[in-house]
């Protein structure tokens, strides 16, 4: 079946600094790539919608220029926190979908979880 | 816009008994539904989806759901649960239109007690 890798599965940085979390898709190009955020105990928010070679479009609330996306290939999309501080520790995880109809199945990637010091 | 309700956050059970996580949505156009499970520190697994035809889903794992269009319910089911279902399950849905995002619920937490 389809595999969505995302890397790396978790890291600690430092207040101030940048992290990018990369998501691929493995064994199939993916057209659309979303990024959700997840709270301790709570649902999945999306943040944006990453299409490839475009602009992503991001979701009332998420500062775009914070939260730093590209997809630059079919197969790979990138979040770039930058300039992290504590609030933004949370769990990041990524969808791809293989085809552009809305019944085309989401993939998940196994999720980041980022904490800032 | 489309929004999905799940009523419980919480549902323990014992193992082998009969299980239902209930979710209702409302959208003023058509949706597809799924549900998903997410097992600590992962990400989200598809159980099932309805899309069109039979109201009935067959998903992995045991479960099944019934999509009902009057109550605006999709609620899933298992008949014996095991320990290993103990997980966080989302529902979602999205809008019947290309490339449309999912919406999630809240999610039920399942705890299988043995």
């Known amino acids: 079946g389809a595999v969505v890798s995302q890397h790396p599965s978790w890291v600690i940085c430092k207040s101030g600094t940048s992290v990018k979390i990369e998501c691929r898709s493995l064994?199939?190009?993916?057209?659309?790539m979303f990024w959700y955020r997840q709270f301790p105990k709570q649902s999945l928010m999306l943040m944006a919608t990453?299409?490839?070679?475009?602009?992503?479009?991001?979701e009332q609330g998420v500062e775009k220029d914070k939260f730093l996306i590209n997809h630059a290939s079919l197969t790979l999309s990138t979040l770039t926190v930058t300039s992290a501080h504590p609030e933004d520790s949370s769990f990041y995880i990524c969808?791809?979908?293989?085809?552009?109809?809305?019944?085309?199945?989401?993939?998940f990637g196994n999720g980041t979880r980022l904490t800032v010091t | 816009a489309q929004s999905v309700t799940q009523l419980d956050s919480q549902v323990p059970v014992f193992e082998e008994a009969p299980v239902e996580l209930r979710c209702n949505y409302s959208?003023?156009?058509?949706?597809?539904l799924f549900w998903y499970v997410q097992y600590p520190n992962q990400g989200l697994q598809l159980l099932l989806k309805?899309?069109?035809?039979?109201?009935l889903v067959k998903g992995i794992n045991g479960f099944e759901a019934e999509f009902n269009k009057s109550q605006t319910s999709f609620h899933l089911r298992k008949p014996s649960v095991h320990i290993s279902d103990t997980a966080e399950y989302f529902c979602a849905v999205s809008l019947k239109a290309a490339g449309n995002k999912l919406t999630f619920g809240g999610g039920t937490r399942v705890l299988v007690k043995p």
């Open positions: 959208s003023s156009v058509s949706v597809y």
């Open positions: 990453s299409n490839e070679g475009s602009k992503a479009t991001y």
């Open positions: 969808s791809a979908r293989e085809r552009v109809d809305g019944d085309s199945p989401l993939h």
């Open positions: 064994d199939f190009q993916a057209t659309t």
């Open positions: 309805y899309l069109s035809g039979s109201t």
